[in-house]
Nanobody
Framework: AQFVESGGGLVQAGGSLKLSCAAS????????VAWFRQAPGKEREAVSC????????QYADSVKGRFTMSTDNAKHTAYLQMDNLEPEDVALYYC?????????????????WGQGTQVTVSS
């Protein structure tokens, strides 16, 4: 699977961004999909994931109430709406997919990754 992330950029604290993850040959409703992020000097961490049945997304505690993940199977695209951004959200954001219907907040099961899109938040 090939993913192309977009939507990153520079925003002031309290602002919003919407990330997109477009798949060229991937059917989101057959696999679990997730967003991860990696800040400089830190390990990659899960932000959110959705299982293949499109049920309620899971979120990291640090983004609950601020971020919303969704998928549009017709457009082969996953989204991450990020509101009330904080300087702590600065990172390279990746989308990923795994050949298993139930999503995981661990990076290990995910075998398909995008190149990432940079999110920068100024205080």
């Amino acid at each position: 699977a090939q993913f192309v992330e977009s939507g990153g950029g520079l925003v002031q604290a309290g602002g919003s961004l919407k990330l997109s993850c477009a798949a060229s040959d991937f059917i989101f409703n057959a696999y679990a999909v997730a967003w991860f992020r990696q800040a400089p000097g830190k390990e990659r961490e899960a932000v959110s994931c959705i299982s293949s049945d499109g049920g309620m997304p899971q979120y990291a505690d640090s983004v609950k109430g601020r971020f919303t993940m969704s998928t549009d199977n017709a457009k082969h695209t996953a989204y991450l709406q990020m509101d009330n951004l904080e300087p702590e959200d600065v990172a390279l954001y990746y989308c990923a997919a795994m050949v298993y219907p139930v999503c995981s907040m661990s990076a290990a099961p995910y075998k398909s990754w995008g190149q990432g899109t940079q999110v920068t938040v100024s205080s």
